[in-house]
T-cell receptor, first 109, second 113 residues
Framework: GQNIDQPTEMTATEGAIVQINCTYQTSGFNGLFWYQQHAGEAPTFLSYNVLDGLEEKGRFSSFLSRSKGYSYLLLKELQMKDSASYLCAVRERDYKLSFGAGTTVTVRA | GAVVSQHPSWVICKSGTSVKIECRSLDFQATTMFWYRQFPKQSLMLMATSNEGSKATYEQGVEKDKFLINHASLTLSTLTVTSAHPEDSSFYIC?????????FGEGSWLTVV
């Protein structure tokens, strides 16, 4: 099984940076995903890490440390539209995705 | 545009009836499809893994006789909620895998009244 932990809520101001941490325990790690989900909608893919290190994609970056069972999603130059839930998901060798409970990010003007 | 399509997006059904939700991969053949359920303000919970031509593998606690999954082709999987009850009201989302990539459908809101 797996145990995925991430903070419940975070608040930041427009233009700022926010870092969402995720810790996990899994028996067969095969990649870590970050998804963005707006209320009432399906998740949309943000990033994927399978090797240690930082993956940068525009305003969003994701970091992974497999030995520590740790990842973070970094959101830079926050915009109001970034207010959403951010889901950390761990993929196992059978390609099943297990999701954390999600972090609700609120961006204030 | 969407590469995985779910239908219907919204459905309301009476308690005791059955409802079918379709998940289609539009321009690729999906090796595997997954079905998730999400209650309000909760995360996605995997219900079952569906492989074409074989029986679905259900997660612990998910009743296979209540949530019937059929994966008749490499582009279509269906989830039928049988004898639906109000507590089955939820957001149901499918995803489809091709190679290392997983695409999510748009989700289907089910309300049982």
């Amino acid at each position: 099984g797996q145990n995925i932990d991430q903070p419940t809520e975070m608040t930041a101001t427009e233009g700022a940076i926010v870092q969402i941490n995720c810790t996990y325990q899994t028996s067969g790690f095969n990649g870590l995903f970050w998804y963005q989900q707006h209320a009432g909608e399906a998740p949309t893919f943000l990033s994927y890490n399978v090797l240690d290190g930082l993956e940068e994609k525009g305003r969003f970056s994701s970091f992974l440390s497999r030995s520590k069972g740790y990842s973070y999603l970094l959101l830079k130059e926050l915009q109001m539209k970034d207010s959403a839930s951010y889901l950390c998901a761990v993929r196992e060798r059978d390609y099943k995705l297990s999701f954390g409970a999600g972090t609700t990010v609120t961006v204030r003007a | 545009g969407a590469v995985v399509s779910q239908h219907p997006s919204w459905v309301i059904c009476k308690s005791g009836t059955s409802v079918k939700i379709e998940c289609r991969s539009l321009d690729f053949q999906a090796t595997t499809m997954f079905w998730y359920r999400q209650f309000p303000k909760q995360s996605l919970m995997l219900m079952a893994t569906s492989n074409e031509g074989s029986k679905a593998t259900y997660e612990q606690g998910v009743e296979k006789d209540k949530f019937l999954i059929n994966h008749a082709s490499l582009t279509l999987s269906t989830l039928t909620v049988t004898s639906a009850h109000p507590e089955d009201s939820s957001f149901y989302i499918c995803s489809a895998r091709t190679g290392n990539t997983i695409y999510f459908g748009e989700g289907s809101w089910l309300t049982v009244v």
